[in-house]
Structure formats: C-alpha cells, structure tokens
C-alpha cells in the first residue's frame, strides 16, 4: 500500500519553506565564497569501506548501507544460506553521513588538479540512521568550509573567520567559540592515570559531560571499568568562571599572551597551548571592533574520531545549543592516498539555524515579486515579453473573474504587484 507521507525521520518541504532555507543557504555560500573558499560537489554515494573504517566515531554505526547488486548479491546469500556471512557481507556503497570524509577521498583523487593550498566548501545533504526525534532527522543539510595544505594556526583563524562572517550574514551574533586540542586532551588523560590506549573510549564518556554532568560521565567510565574522578576534577577545575577565555572580548593578543589558563595548558601540551595563544590573539585583534567571546572548554571533544590537534564549536548565549564546529585533521587523507596532508574544516549546524534565525531579518531584502496576469491567449505573448524585460520575480495566471479572491490569495502567496498583460499596465487595490 502506497504510503503519502516520507519515511520516519525524512521530511518534505512546503514552497515558503524551502525558499526561506534557500536564502539562509545562499548567505552562507555567499559568506565563505568571500572568504576565499571555492565550492566542488561529492558524491552522495560512498565506499562503504571509507565510511565504516572508525574515523566517524559514533556515526560509523548510522551508516545507511546499500545493498550489493546482481551477482555479487546473488553470491552473498548464497554464503548466507551456507552460514558462511554477516550482515556486512550484503553490502558495499553507503549514504555519506558528513562531507570530511568524501572531501578526503576527493582530495586524495583529484589533488594533482587543485591549488597547494586547497580552500574548499560544500553545501548539501547528508545521511545518518539517528532515532527521529525533534532536531534530530535521518537527512539534513551540512554548510562546511575546509582547508587542506596549511600546517599552521592560519588555517584555523580563516575558517573561524568565515565561520563568524556566515552567521553574521544571516542575523545570528550572540554566540561564542569553545575551543580545545586533542593533544591536550591525551595528554591529560594520561597524567590522570587512565590507560592512553583507551583514551578514544574515555573521549566519547567525557563529550557527554554537557548533557549528563559530572556524575554520569564518570559513571559510564566506571561502567568501562575506569575511574574517572581525577579526569573530571581537572577538566572542572579548568573550565571555571572566566578563568576560561583564552582571550578578551577586545585589545589584540595581549590577553592570550597573559593569560594563566594558557600556562596550565603548557603543561600538558606546549604545542596546543602555543596554538590556542595565535589563534586567540589573531580573533580577538580582528574583531576588536565587533568582539567574539573564545573559550577554552576542557570538555569539549568533538565525537569524531579524525580530529588530530584543534577542535573548536559555536555555541549561541541566546539559544544555549551548538551552532557548529570542527577541527583539524592532519591523518585522514594520508589513509586513503598513502601520504599525509594537513586539514582543517568546520561545518554550520543548518537544520537548528533554520530554526532559530529571524525571518523578518532574512525577509527585508527580498527580491519585488509580480502577478502577471492574462485573460486571453492574446496576451500570453505580452506577458512573457514583460516578464523577460524586468528583473523581479515573475509569474503568470489567468485572471478570474472573481479577482478579489484571487488577490487575496496572491497576496498571501508574497506576490506585491499585479500587471495585468491586455491592458499593458499595474493595476491598483480595488480594481
């Protein structure tokens, strides 16, 4: 029996709705191609070896898998019928469910062909077997800004950038940047007596700290048989009041070099602390006039299992959720072309944007869009003669002769003049 509505956790769009997502979609495209980012297209369809190979953390277990075709599926229940398979043996494409890992096989495919220092974007949908629930669906849209080629903290500070100049374009400026380093997070792991093998275990327990607290992330360390107490004493310790901001809201890099926060990262990890000291000191001077919050936040993970060095999220003051994030990648493309090259990217969460930007504010730069309308066949050619000659939005209808109603219902439509084709003019309310 045929089904109208889309399957669980998939969703169709109405007209206002998709042209309102178009336009948050067009200012954001249009805020990284400023910054210098050029945009490609992946393929939806991945090898399901590159999905499911562990760098996708949680989501290599929402991968939605494609079944093989013809022979090679033929052959595979064939093996199941012997008992000789699993579930795995049935298929070997897979739905992408984000674009760091397409953009490194394209990289890695096509990096004769493209600059030293490749600046790349990617707008579209990805795919993941979540549990429907609200924010949460099956497909949605990703916005991503990556940079491959550059080792240093510049990469960062221009992804950032383009990051800020995105959200900006569409209304959204309360909001502050929570910022850490993987190789901090090692190294505290281990001087906090926990085994470093099992440090991508204890990651994925403590990025929960948000939602659970203290008491559940050091429950679920238990639960893997890990005391987690010291971990949690130190990260709380460190994420303490304002003690926290890597850098003032304004006065360059002054406030990073000062601050304390950064020594006690120094320990741990000089590297990491250097890092966070230039890209601090390089936002903050450049936003001085118009000043972003950067916080350090032990507790961020990031539940990718790619990230290398810097991670960095967007969080909005007004909302309370994560507006997107990212970090750096140095070794995921050196897995699938044999030979490393260092990465950094950030994606916008669009779905929650969508649902959190100011339509009036999106709305107030609208294009003039006009009825044209016709009562013969005569006037077709005059119609689509007029409607070639402006620059608004334009569509055609048949006038009818009750067009009281009828203008009601363009009105409502966001049409906001009415040219009538046969008399070669606009015509005015009433008429």
Known sequence: MYQKIPPKGMRDFLPGEKALRDEIAGRIRGAYRSSGFTEIETSAVEHLENLSGGDGGENTKLIFKIMKRGEKLDEALKSAQRGESNENDFADLGLRFDFTLPLTRFYSNNRNELPQIFKAMQLGMVYRGERPQKGR???????????????????????????????????????????????????????CGLPQERADEVCISLD???????????????EKGL??????????????????????????????????????????????????????????????????????????????????????????????????????????????????????????GFERICDLVDKDFLCREQTEKIAILVESPDDYAAAISYAWQTDAVTSIFSKKKKFGKQLQTLESEGFTKFYDASKGEYLMRGE
């Open 137 to 191: 669906y099956r497909s949605f849209v990703q916005c991503d800004v990556d940079i491959i080629g550059d080792p240093s903290p510049l990469a960062e500070i221009e992804i950032l950038s383009a990051a800020i100049k995105a959200l900006r374009s569409i209304g959204l400026d309360d909001f502050e940047i929570r910022i850490s380093d993987r190789r901090f997070l090692l190294a505290l792991i281990s001087a």
């Open 227 to 348: 005391d987690g107490a010291a971990l949690l004493d130190a990260v709380e310790e460190m994420a303490g009041g304002g003690e926290s901001e890597c850098a003032a809201k304004s006065g360059g890099g002054q406030a990073a070099e000062a601050s304390p926060l950064l020594d006690i990262i120094g320990k741990y990890s000089a590297e990491a602390a250097e890092n966070l000291r230039i890209i601090a000191a390089a936002l903050a001077a450049a936003h001085s006039g118009d000043p972003v919050r950067l916080r350090f936040d032990p507790t961020l993970v990031r539940g990718m299992g790619y990230y290398t060095s810097t991670i960095y999220e967007v969080h909005s003051n007004k909302y309370g959720s994560a507006l997107g994030g990212g970090g750096r990648y140095d070794k995921m493309i050196g897995k699938i072309s044999g030979t490393d090259a260092p990465a950094a990217g950030f994606s916008i």
């Open 208 to 222: 929960k700290y948000d939602k659970v607290g203290r008491e559940g992330v050091i429950a679920e360390l238990a």
